[in-house]
Protein backbone atom coordinates (compact mmCIF):
# COMPACT_ATOMS: atom_id res chain seq x y z
CA UNK A 1 0.00 0.00 0.00
CA UNK A 2 1.09 3.26 -0.78
CA UNK A 3 -0.80 7.10 -0.30
CA UNK A 4 -1.83 6.38 -3.92
CA UNK A 5 -4.27 4.10 -2.56
CA UNK A 6 -5.94 6.58 -0.13
CA UNK A 7 -9.13 8.33 -1.34
CA UNK A 8 -9.09 11.93 -0.40
CA UNK A 9 -10.99 11.34 3.46
CA UNK A 10 -8.48 8.09 4.07
CA UNK A 11 -5.53 10.42 2.80
CA UNK A 12 -6.80 13.13 5.29
CA UNK A 13 -6.52 10.73 7.72
CA UNK A 14 -3.61 10.13 7.41
CA UNK A 15 -1.30 12.99 6.91
CA UNK A 16 -2.87 14.71 9.85
CA UNK A 17 -2.77 11.82 11.76
CA UNK A 18 0.77 10.07 10.95
CA UNK A 19 2.77 13.22 9.38
CA UNK A 20 1.15 16.00 11.41
CA UNK A 21 0.56 17.45 8.19
CA UNK A 22 -2.50 20.06 8.74
CA UNK A 23 -5.89 19.08 7.18
CA UNK A 24 -5.84 21.98 4.76
CA UNK A 25 -2.59 20.74 3.67
CA UNK A 26 -3.22 17.03 3.40
CA UNK A 27 -5.96 18.58 0.75
CA UNK A 28 -3.24 20.52 -1.15
CA UNK A 29 -1.51 17.43 -0.94
CA UNK A 30 -4.54 15.59 -2.61
CA UNK A 31 -4.81 18.21 -5.53
CA UNK A 32 -1.34 17.95 -6.54
CA UNK A 33 -1.13 14.09 -6.83
CA UNK A 34 -4.47 13.62 -8.34
CA UNK A 35 -4.96 17.00 -10.33
CA UNK A 36 -1.95 17.81 -11.54
CA UNK A 37 -0.23 14.47 -11.24
CA UNK A 38 2.68 15.69 -9.74
CA UNK A 39 4.62 12.41 -8.25
CA UNK A 40 7.60 14.44 -6.85
CA UNK A 41 7.20 15.85 -3.36
CA UNK A 42 9.90 18.33 -4.03
CA UNK A 43 7.94 19.81 -6.96
CA UNK A 44 4.60 20.72 -4.19
CA UNK A 45 5.74 24.20 -3.99
CA UNK A 46 3.09 25.56 -1.79
CA UNK A 47 4.49 23.15 0.89
CA UNK A 48 7.25 24.00 3.54
CA UNK A 49 10.70 21.77 2.68
CA UNK A 50 10.01 20.21 5.84
CA UNK A 51 7.04 18.56 5.07
CA UNK A 52 8.40 17.93 1.86
CA UNK A 53 11.21 15.83 3.69
CA UNK A 54 8.53 14.82 5.99
CA UNK A 55 6.85 13.26 3.34
CA UNK A 56 9.18 11.50 1.63
CA UNK A 57 9.77 9.77 4.54
CA UNK A 58 6.45 8.70 5.92
CA UNK A 59 4.91 8.89 2.36
CA UNK A 60 7.03 7.70 -0.41
CA UNK A 61 5.50 7.20 -3.52
CA UNK A 62 5.67 4.04 -5.73
CA UNK A 63 8.95 3.84 -7.68
CA UNK A 64 8.12 1.93 -10.68
CA UNK A 65 10.90 1.69 -14.22
CA UNK A 66 8.67 2.64 -17.22
CA UNK A 67 10.04 1.77 -20.39
CA UNK A 68 7.96 3.40 -23.27
CA UNK A 69 7.45 1.33 -27.10
CA UNK A 70 5.92 4.59 -28.43
CA UNK A 71 4.44 3.83 -32.44
CA UNK A 72 2.57 6.26 -34.26
CA UNK A 73 -0.96 5.35 -33.17
CA UNK A 74 0.03 4.10 -29.39
CA UNK A 75 2.05 4.29 -26.01
CA UNK A 76 2.71 0.56 -25.02
CA UNK A 77 4.36 1.47 -21.01
CA UNK A 78 6.35 -1.83 -19.67
CA UNK A 79 6.47 -1.46 -16.12
CA UNK A 80 8.34 -3.85 -13.23
CA UNK A 81 6.50 -2.58 -10.04
CA UNK A 82 7.89 -2.15 -6.55
CA UNK A 83 8.15 -5.50 -5.91
CA UNK A 84 9.53 -6.58 -9.40
CA UNK A 85 6.97 -8.01 -11.10
CA UNK A 86 5.92 -6.48 -14.25
CA UNK A 87 2.40 -5.13 -15.92
CA UNK A 88 1.72 -2.99 -19.06
CA UNK A 89 -0.69 -0.24 -20.06
CA UNK A 90 -1.46 1.55 -23.37
CA UNK A 91 -2.31 4.94 -24.15
CA UNK A 92 -3.86 4.84 -27.79
CA UNK A 93 -3.36 7.99 -29.29
CA UNK A 94 -6.48 9.79 -31.15
CA UNK A 95 -7.58 12.89 -32.83
CA UNK A 96 -9.54 14.11 -29.38
CA UNK A 97 -7.66 12.96 -25.77
CA UNK A 98 -6.07 9.64 -26.17
CA UNK A 99 -7.05 6.55 -24.67
CA UNK A 100 -6.21 5.16 -21.39
CA UNK A 101 -6.16 0.85 -21.11
CA UNK A 102 -4.91 0.18 -17.58
CA UNK A 103 -4.26 -3.43 -16.52
CA UNK A 104 -5.74 -4.89 -13.32
CA UNK A 105 -3.65 -7.94 -12.41
CA UNK A 106 -0.40 -9.05 -12.65
CA UNK A 107 -0.76 -11.92 -15.46
CA UNK A 108 -4.53 -13.43 -15.19
CA UNK A 109 -5.77 -16.95 -14.30
CA UNK A 110 -8.19 -17.35 -17.01
CA UNK A 111 -6.64 -18.68 -19.88
CA UNK A 112 -8.27 -17.75 -23.02
CA UNK A 113 -7.08 -19.26 -25.70
CA UNK A 114 -6.26 -16.15 -27.99
CA UNK A 115 -4.37 -14.21 -25.35
CA UNK A 116 -0.62 -14.07 -24.69
CA UNK A 117 -1.77 -12.96 -21.20
CA UNK A 118 -3.62 -15.44 -20.14
CA UNK A 119 -0.48 -17.73 -21.22
CA UNK A 120 1.31 -15.96 -18.18
CA UNK A 121 -1.27 -17.62 -15.09
CA UNK A 122 -1.87 -14.80 -12.32
CA UNK A 123 0.43 -13.64 -10.18
CA UNK A 124 -1.26 -11.32 -7.97
CA UNK A 125 -3.92 -8.18 -7.80
CA UNK A 126 -2.69 -4.80 -8.49
CA UNK A 127 -3.86 -2.95 -5.56
CA UNK A 128 -6.41 0.59 -6.29
CA UNK A 129 -3.30 2.64 -5.94
CA UNK A 130 -1.42 0.65 -8.75
CA UNK A 131 -4.47 1.04 -11.01
CA UNK A 132 -4.47 5.11 -10.15
CA UNK A 133 -0.97 5.39 -10.81
CA UNK A 134 -1.15 3.88 -14.71
CA UNK A 135 -3.60 6.69 -14.53
CA UNK A 136 -1.09 9.34 -13.29
CA UNK A 137 1.68 8.66 -15.03
CA UNK A 138 -0.40 8.42 -18.59
CA UNK A 139 -1.86 11.72 -17.52
CA UNK A 140 1.83 13.26 -16.92
CA UNK A 141 2.70 11.79 -19.96
CA UNK A 142 0.26 12.84 -22.07
CA UNK A 143 -1.29 15.82 -20.58
CA UNK A 144 -4.93 14.94 -20.34
CA UNK A 145 -6.26 11.13 -21.26
CA UNK A 146 -9.55 10.87 -22.22
CA UNK A 147 -11.45 7.64 -21.82
CA UNK A 148 -10.07 5.11 -19.94
CA UNK A 149 -10.63 1.22 -20.70
CA UNK A 150 -10.02 -1.70 -18.55
CA UNK A 151 -8.87 -4.02 -20.60
CA UNK A 152 -5.09 -4.55 -20.23
CA UNK A 153 -3.61 -7.70 -18.23
CA UNK A 154 -6.27 -9.33 -15.97
CA UNK A 155 -9.99 -9.89 -15.14
CA UNK A 156 -10.93 -6.62 -13.63
CA UNK A 157 -14.12 -8.37 -12.20
CA UNK A 158 -11.54 -10.72 -9.99
CA UNK A 159 -9.96 -7.26 -8.67
CA UNK A 160 -13.50 -5.69 -7.94
CA UNK A 161 -13.09 -4.08 -4.73
CA UNK A 162 -10.00 -2.59 -5.79
CA UNK A 163 -11.30 -1.12 -9.28
CA UNK A 164 -13.69 0.38 -7.59
CA UNK A 165 -11.92 1.96 -5.37
CA UNK A 166 -9.54 3.18 -8.22
CA UNK A 167 -12.33 4.51 -9.77
CA UNK A 168 -13.88 6.35 -6.46
CA UNK A 169 -10.42 8.18 -6.19
CA UNK A 170 -10.04 8.73 -10.17
CA UNK A 171 -13.45 10.76 -9.69
CA UNK A 172 -12.81 12.47 -6.46
CA UNK A 173 -14.24 16.29 -7.83
CA UNK A 174 -10.74 17.44 -5.72
CA UNK A 175 -8.50 15.46 -8.12
CA UNK A 176 -8.88 14.35 -11.81
CA UNK A 177 -12.58 14.16 -11.58
CA UNK A 178 -12.67 11.39 -14.30
CA UNK A 179 -16.45 10.68 -14.76
CA UNK A 180 -17.80 7.01 -14.88
CA UNK A 181 -19.10 7.48 -17.77
CA UNK A 182 -15.47 7.44 -19.50
CA UNK A 183 -14.35 4.70 -17.76
CA UNK A 184 -15.57 1.07 -19.23
CA UNK A 185 -14.97 -2.37 -17.75
CA UNK A 186 -14.10 -5.28 -19.95
CA UNK A 187 -14.99 -8.94 -18.46
CA UNK A 188 -14.84 -12.21 -19.82
CA UNK A 189 -17.43 -13.15 -18.23
CA UNK A 190 -17.30 -13.04 -14.68
CA UNK A 191 -21.49 -13.04 -13.51
CA UNK A 192 -21.54 -12.41 -9.75
CA UNK A 193 -18.48 -9.77 -10.69
CA UNK A 194 -21.35 -8.00 -13.31
CA UNK A 195 -24.42 -8.49 -10.50
CA UNK A 196 -21.46 -6.78 -7.77
CA UNK A 197 -20.85 -4.20 -10.51
CA UNK A 198 -24.41 -3.39 -10.50
CA UNK A 199 -24.83 -3.57 -6.78
CA UNK A 200 -21.92 -1.29 -6.29
CA UNK A 201 -23.45 1.43 -8.86
CA UNK A 202 -20.18 2.95 -9.85
CA UNK A 203 -21.78 4.46 -12.98
CA UNK A 204 -18.86 3.05 -15.28
CA UNK A 205 -19.54 1.21 -18.47
CA UNK A 206 -19.72 -2.29 -19.22
CA UNK A 207 -18.03 -4.04 -22.01
CA UNK A 208 -18.14 -8.27 -22.21
CA UNK A 209 -15.75 -10.30 -24.10
CA UNK A 210 -17.83 -12.70 -25.86
CA UNK A 211 -16.11 -14.12 -29.06
CA UNK A 212 -18.36 -17.05 -29.44
CA UNK A 213 -22.12 -17.36 -29.90
CA UNK A 214 -21.98 -21.06 -28.90
CA UNK A 215 -21.23 -22.89 -25.41
CA UNK A 216 -18.81 -25.29 -27.32
CA UNK A 217 -16.69 -22.97 -29.20
CA UNK A 218 -16.71 -20.44 -26.32
CA UNK A 219 -15.66 -22.99 -23.61
CA UNK A 220 -12.95 -23.78 -26.10
CA UNK A 221 -12.02 -20.46 -26.41
CA UNK A 222 -12.27 -19.21 -23.19
CA UNK A 223 -12.23 -21.74 -19.78
CA UNK A 224 -14.36 -19.55 -17.68
CA UNK A 225 -17.50 -20.15 -20.18
CA UNK A 226 -17.33 -23.67 -18.27
CA UNK A 227 -18.66 -21.79 -15.14
CA UNK A 228 -20.77 -19.22 -16.61
CA UNK A 229 -22.33 -20.08 -19.72
CA UNK A 230 -23.10 -17.99 -22.34
CA UNK A 231 -27.05 -17.65 -21.47
CA UNK A 232 -26.35 -16.48 -17.62
CA UNK A 233 -23.45 -14.14 -19.43
CA UNK A 234 -26.29 -12.27 -21.80
CA UNK A 235 -28.77 -12.57 -18.66
CA UNK A 236 -26.61 -10.26 -16.39
CA UNK A 237 -25.57 -8.16 -18.81
CA UNK A 238 -29.06 -7.50 -20.13
CA UNK A 239 -29.84 -6.54 -16.31
CA UNK A 240 -26.92 -4.41 -16.27
CA UNK A 241 -28.31 -2.55 -19.15
CA UNK A 242 -31.74 -1.98 -18.03
CA UNK A 243 -30.63 -0.94 -14.11
CA UNK A 244 -27.55 1.11 -15.46
CA UNK A 245 -29.61 2.60 -18.20
CA UNK A 246 -25.90 2.36 -20.48
CA UNK A 247 -25.78 0.53 -23.14
CA UNK A 248 -23.65 -2.84 -22.71
CA UNK A 249 -20.79 -3.24 -25.48
CA UNK A 250 -20.16 -6.56 -26.70
CA UNK A 251 -16.64 -7.67 -28.18
CA UNK A 252 -16.43 -9.91 -30.64
CA UNK A 253 -12.83 -10.76 -31.64
CA UNK A 254 -12.48 -12.27 -35.18
CA UNK A 255 -10.54 -15.14 -35.45
CA UNK A 256 -10.17 -16.76 -39.12
CA UNK A 257 -12.34 -20.05 -39.89
CA UNK A 258 -12.89 -20.07 -35.69
CA UNK A 259 -15.51 -17.89 -35.41
CA UNK A 260 -16.32 -16.32 -37.95
CA UNK A 261 -18.16 -19.01 -40.42
CA UNK A 262 -21.76 -17.71 -42.03
CA UNK A 263 -23.45 -20.51 -39.85
CA UNK A 264 -21.76 -18.99 -36.21
CA UNK A 265 -22.07 -15.51 -37.42
CA UNK A 266 -25.64 -16.40 -37.61
CA UNK A 267 -26.35 -17.84 -34.47
CA UNK A 268 -24.45 -14.77 -33.12
CA UNK A 269 -27.26 -12.94 -34.72
CA UNK A 270 -29.60 -14.86 -32.98
CA UNK A 271 -27.94 -14.39 -29.98
CA UNK A 272 -27.68 -10.86 -29.74
CA UNK A 273 -30.91 -9.35 -31.66
CA UNK A 274 -33.10 -7.71 -29.66
CA UNK A 275 -30.65 -7.53 -27.20
CA UNK A 276 -29.60 -3.54 -27.52
CA UNK A 277 -26.04 -4.16 -26.90
CA UNK A 278 -23.40 -2.59 -29.21
CA UNK A 279 -21.17 -5.05 -30.73
CA UNK A 280 -17.72 -4.38 -31.83
CA UNK A 281 -16.03 -6.57 -34.13
CA UNK A 282 -12.19 -6.97 -32.86
CA UNK A 283 -10.36 -8.59 -35.77
CA UNK A 284 -7.65 -10.57 -34.03
CA UNK A 285 -3.82 -9.08 -33.60
CA UNK A 286 -1.70 -12.07 -34.78
CA UNK A 287 0.16 -13.49 -31.23
CA UNK A 288 1.69 -16.88 -30.71
CA UNK A 289 -1.46 -18.78 -30.15
CA UNK A 290 -1.36 -19.80 -34.15
CA UNK A 291 -5.28 -17.80 -34.62
CA UNK A 292 -5.20 -15.89 -37.95
CA UNK A 293 -7.15 -12.56 -38.63
CA UNK A 294 -9.96 -12.46 -41.18
CA UNK A 295 -9.20 -10.97 -44.56
CA UNK A 296 -10.60 -7.18 -44.74
CA UNK A 297 -13.36 -8.55 -46.62
CA UNK A 298 -14.56 -11.29 -44.81
CA UNK A 299 -14.52 -8.20 -41.92
CA UNK A 300 -16.55 -6.14 -43.94
CA UNK A 301 -18.51 -8.96 -44.82
CA UNK A 302 -19.47 -9.78 -41.23
CA UNK A 303 -20.48 -6.46 -40.34
CA UNK A 304 -23.05 -6.26 -43.47
CA UNK A 305 -24.59 -9.15 -41.76
CA UNK A 306 -25.03 -7.91 -38.51
CA UNK A 307 -26.03 -4.59 -40.02
CA UNK A 308 -28.59 -6.02 -42.18
CA UNK A 309 -30.26 -7.61 -39.21
CA UNK A 310 -30.18 -4.48 -37.82
CA UNK A 311 -27.63 -4.90 -35.21
CA UNK A 312 -25.47 -2.03 -33.60
CA UNK A 313 -22.09 -2.64 -34.94
CA UNK A 314 -18.57 -1.06 -35.51
CA UNK A 315 -15.09 -2.42 -36.33
CA UNK A 316 -12.78 -1.47 -33.69
CA UNK A 317 -9.16 -1.96 -35.19
CA UNK A 318 -6.39 -2.42 -32.78
CA UNK A 319 -4.07 0.32 -32.42
CA UNK A 320 -0.96 -0.83 -31.24
CA UNK A 321 -0.37 -4.03 -32.97
CA UNK A 322 3.27 -3.12 -34.14
CA UNK A 323 4.32 -2.91 -30.59
CA UNK A 324 2.42 -5.84 -29.02
CA UNK A 325 0.13 -3.17 -27.63
CA UNK A 326 -2.80 -4.36 -28.64
CA UNK A 327 -6.11 -6.29 -27.56
CA UNK A 328 -4.83 -9.92 -26.23
CA UNK A 329 -1.16 -8.88 -26.52
CA UNK A 330 0.11 -7.66 -23.58
CA UNK A 331 2.26 -10.16 -21.96
CA UNK A 332 5.06 -8.14 -20.73
CA UNK A 333 7.34 -8.54 -23.70
CA UNK A 334 9.74 -6.21 -23.77
S1 LIG B 1 -8.51 -12.19 -22.80
FE1 LIG B 1 -8.64 -11.06 -20.86
S2 LIG B 1 -9.61 -12.53 -19.47
FE2 LIG B 1 -8.86 -13.74 -21.20
S3 LIG B 1 -6.81 -14.44 -20.56
FE3 LIG B 1 -6.57 -12.50 -21.69
S4 LIG B 1 -6.51 -10.90 -20.11
FE4 LIG B 1 -7.40 -12.76 -19.18
Known amino acids: MTILDLNLAEMTDFLVN ?28 SLHQTERDLLKEKAPFPQWTVTEHPTKDSNKLTATTD ?42 NLTAGEIVYQVLLAEKKTGGIGNIVLMGMGEPLLNLDNVLKAIAILHEPTGLNVSPRRITLS ?44 DTLIRAAKAFQEKSGRRVTVEYV ?81
Open 83 to 124: DGNSIEFVILKSKSAPTLCVSSQVGCPLKCAFCETGTLGITR
Open 254 to 334: LLKDVNDTPVLIRSLIALLRRTGFHINLIPFNPTSSGYKKPTLDHIEWVKAQLEAAHLNVTIRNSRGVSTQAACGMLASKK
Open 187 to 230: TAGIVPGIEKLLTADSGINLAISLNAPTDELRSELMPINKTYRI
Open 18 to 45: EVGLKSFKARMVFEWIHQKAILDYDLMT
